[in-house]
């Protein structure tokens, strides 16, 4: 089984928690690094690997306060990624949290559910 990727979040990047042995994914926090790219890389490093073995379930939460346009690019590309879970035939969904009244991050997780194929549950808290 693939190691947990475990990236403390800062006031700047979020916190990614994706532990398949316990069957933990979890994005949360701010994300609106410096460089986007370079802070997503080992992101998409590990997916990879755990995309050739995957948990027969992966639910990922994203209990995201704040992200800029970079970001949501990214955080789109990787659910893309997360998507190719599907097609090896286990269980892929999201479930995009957000605050009442938070209408951006509410928007952006409609935005993202209308354009992926996997199960993407909108969460209001």
Same mark, same amino acid.
């Given at each position: 089984?693939i190691?947990?990727?475990?990236?403390?979040g800062?006031? %700047?990047?979020?916190e990614i928690?994706? %532990?398949?042995?316990?069957?933990?994914?979890?994005?949360?926090?701010?994300?609106?690094?410096?460089?986007?790219?370079?802070?997503f890389?080992?992101i998409?490093?590990?997916?990879?690997a755990?995309?050739?073995?995957?948990?027969?379930?992966?639910?990922?939460?994203?209990?995201?306060?704040?992200?800029n346009?970079?970001?949501?690019?990214?955080?789109?590309q990787?659910?893309?990624?997360?998507e190719k879970?599907? @097609?090896?035939?286990?269980?892929?969904?999201?479930?995009?949290?957000?605050?009442?009244? %938070?209408?951006?991050?509410? @928007?952006?997780?409609? @935005?993202?559910?209308?354009?992926? %194929?996997?199960?993407? @549950?909108?969460i209001?808290?």
């Open positions: 089984m190691d947990k990727l475990d990236i403390k800062t006031r %700047d990047t979020p928690v994706f %532990d398949p042995e316990n069957n933990v994914f979890e994005i949360s926090g701010n994300s609106l690094p410096e460089d986007s790219e370079k802070f890389t080992p998409f490093s590990w997916l990879e755990y995309i050739k073995s995957p948990n027969k379930e992966t639910t990922i939460h994203c209990k995201l306060e704040y992200f346009s970079s970001s949501a690019k990214l955080f789109y990787l659910f893309i990624e997360f879970i599907k @097609e090896s035939g286990n269980e892929i969904r999201i479930k995009w949290h957000f605050d009442s009244g %938070d209408t951006l991050i509410e @928007e952006k997780g409609l @935005e993202f559910k209308s354009v992926l %194929d996997i199960p993407f @549950e909108m209001e808290k």
